[in-house]
């Protein structure tokens, strides 16, 4: 498991092949099979990157437990082709059933960033400290303030799948199973390891990255020296 941000981290929950898979599935062309990764089939997988051959990469996959904000998962849920929740298969924990307790993400006071000068999205450096230290606080009050409300609303009888209304629900941690051929991995990637992706979705693509490494080496330095 690798942590993200406060709270939140990434753990690969699956993995269905290996750099010897995308090997394999084109050389059955010629109905050729390696057993094990040669130099060879080092330079046949640099061969099919650099010509755009990618469905060998999709006879791999990948599945992905991730616990983040929800403001992260909003725009992870984008990802629709070649991941499987085109077929329906996103899952996430459900507030509607009170599933797990309440989490939030919080910047700590030096974690604040600025609005940047030449452009409408993204951020520039921190804020100042002062600045810094004044914004985790009304955060925490916020959602002490927010949960108080919801708790209430819990206890008048309301039901869980409305009450949530009071959650302030950007920066609440949600849990969900994403899993997605190697090809769709690797094209999250190449947007939100990005310097224009949202800060907290690169952490969150930097541990998967790591994954991506660690399971297919060659596959994923091809892939970066093609970038
Ligand atoms: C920095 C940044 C800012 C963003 N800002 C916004 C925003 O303000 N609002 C917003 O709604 N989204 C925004 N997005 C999300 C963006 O629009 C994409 O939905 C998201 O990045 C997923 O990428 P994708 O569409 O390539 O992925 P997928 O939908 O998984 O598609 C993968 C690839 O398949 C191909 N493809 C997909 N559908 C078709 C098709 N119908 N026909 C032919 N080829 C297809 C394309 O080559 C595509 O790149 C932003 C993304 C980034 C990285």
Do not use: C
Request: hydrophobic fraction near 35%; glycine fraction near 6%; proline fraction near 4%.
């Amino acid at each position: 498991m690798i942590q993200v941000l406060d709270r939140g981290y990434v753990r690969l929950e699956n993995k269905m092949g290996s750099d010897l898979t995308i090997v394999n599935s084109a050389r059955v062309s010629y109905d050729k099979k390696s057993e094990e990764l040669t130099e060879k089939d080092k330079g046949l997988i640099r061969f099919l990157i650099r010509e755009g051959h990618t469905s060998p990469l999709r006879h791999a996959m990948m599945t992905f437990e991730i616990y983040a904000p929800l403001m992260v998962a909003r725009q992870w849920w984008k990802y629709v082709v070649g991941s499987d929740h085109t077929m329906d298969s996103w899952n996430e924990s459900s507030r509607r059933y009170l599933s797990e307790d309440e989490h939030f993400y919080i910047p700590g006071s030096h974690e604040w960033r600025g609005k940047p000068a030449n452009s409408k999205q993204g951020s520039a450096g921190p804020v100042d400290t002062i600045l810094g230290i004044s914004l985790t606080d009304n955060l925490l009050r916020h959602i002490d303030s927010s949960m108080e409300l919801y708790r209430m609303a819990l206890e008048d009888g309301v039901a869980p799948e409305q009450a949530r209304l009071f959650l302030p629900a950007y920066g609440m941690y949600v849990r969900w199973y994403w899993t997605a051929s190697l090809q769709a991995v690797l094209h999250f990637l190449d947007q939100r390891l990005e310097h224009d992706a949202q800060k907290e979705i690169q952490l969150y693509a930097e541990a998967v990255e790591q994954y991506v490494t660690r399971e297919f080496p060659e596959v994923y330095q091809a892939w970066r020296d093609q970038r």
